[in-house]
């Protein structure tokens, strides 16, 4: 082992040098479909596999100080021959300025290598597109909104544009949960803003010194500053305003005998509807219901979200065929107050709920 330990310092010297001096064996894509390739060969093999996002990371930097990098791209790591690859998940964005971030493992500090991939594309105006849930009447226990943009917002920030303001005028500046890493979508265009689930909770600390975010019958606006600015540099240019007023909290669990279908006929390509009995998270409706014949194949098709995320309709691919049909709903699939079929957010600890994956929904034609 302290063969190994002594090996192992001269291959963490060397690596100081390289990046010190000119970064010999480091190759920087000039295409989009480029990968980003660093000669490892002079690492023991021991320590060869383990080298990843630590020891070579990318991220988005759009002209910023590379140390305040905007945002990280993600990817996969491999070892070629001599060289760690890396393969960002989807191809780089001509015009974009991008850093290479190594690290030199003996001093623990970083050096950074701008690059490009290509002529600056054009983009898209930045843009507030949607807001989810879409209605303006929302229970008490709301767990989260989903905000969607026209182009990747900056990241690491969002809070710093979004307010929660009560009728009053009065900002809730712990509403939401703050963290170190935001909960953005991989092509940064969708950010979940999630209200800290303390202050939903009863009997919880936090619940019992601040209140709830949302009080019944009292009417909020959730404000997105116009200054926000997109990786390109672009502001969203107008300020927007969502305002919405505050029901009933959702503390009965989700059942599916209470909801409703109207089914096609035989031989049409006509919608199935399928309506609830309360606000269902949208994220989720596409991936956690589907429709399978008795044979338990997949029913081809999708779901039209209507009626504020309280109705939606499957469009088939094909005709409906006469036989008999299920729904199949994943157990996971929630609320907007975060209930599913298992279990309440808000629960009892005694309480379990239940552990079944699925639950169906049958019907014939």
């Known amino acids: 082992m302290k063969k190994i330990g002594l090996v192992l310092f001269f291959v963490l010297a060397s690596i100081s040098i390289i990046i010190s001096q000119t970064m010999k064996g480091l190759s920087l894509p000039d295409q989009p479909e480029g990968v980003i390739s660093f000669d490892v060969s002079f690492l023991v093999n021991e320590n060869v596999d383990a080298l990843s996002y630590d020891f070579l990371s990318v991220s988005i930097t759009n002209g910023a100080d590379e140390h305040k990098s905007i945002i990280p791209i993600q990817g996969n790591y491999s070892i070629v021959e001599n060289s760690l690859i890396f393969k960002p998940y989807f191809p780089f964005d001509p015009g974009l300025t991008y850093a290479v971030r190594i690290k030199d493992t003996n001093t623990k500090e970083y050096a950074y290598f701008p690059f490009k991939t290509g002529e600056k594309a054009k983009v898209a105006q930045a843009k507030l597109l949607k807001i989810y849930p879409s209605g303006n009447l929302l229970p008490e226990n709301l767990l989260r909104f989903y905000i969607y943009f026209q182009t990747p917002m ?212």
């Open 154 to 365: 900056t990241q690491g920030q969002s809070l710093d544009y979004i307010k929660l303001i009560d009728k009053s005028g009065k900002i809730d500046e712990h509403a939401f949960m703050q963290f170190k890493e935001e909960l953005w979508s991989s092509d940064g265009k969708r950010l979940t803003l999630l209200f800290d689930p303390g202050r939903i909770k009863r009997g919880v600390s936090t619940n019992m010194k601040q209140g709830p975010s949302l009080e019944n019958e009292q009417q909020y606006t959730l404000s997105i500053s116009n200054e926000w600015i997109d990786i390109y540099g672009q502001t969203l240019g107008i300020n927007s305003t969502n305002k919405i007023t505050i029901s009933d909290a959702y503390r009965k669990k989700m059942k599916i005998e209470e909801w409703n279908i109207t089914t096609p006929t035989a031989g049409s390509k006509d919608k199935l509807t399928l309506r609830f009995d309360r606000i269902i998270d949208h994220a989720l409706i596409q991936s956690m219901i589907q429709i399978r014949n008795l044979d338990d194949n997949l029913i081809e098709g999708y779901w039209d979200i209507l009626d504020y995320e309280q109705q939606i309709k499957f469009v088939p691919k094909s005709t409906w065929k006469k036989g008999n049909y299920k729904i199949q709903i994943d157990t996971h699939i929630e609320d907007v107050a975060g209930n599913n079929l298992q279990n309440l957010l808000d629960h009892p600890i005694m309480d379990q709920g239940i552990n079944d994956k699925f639950q169906y929904l049958n019907f014939k034609i």
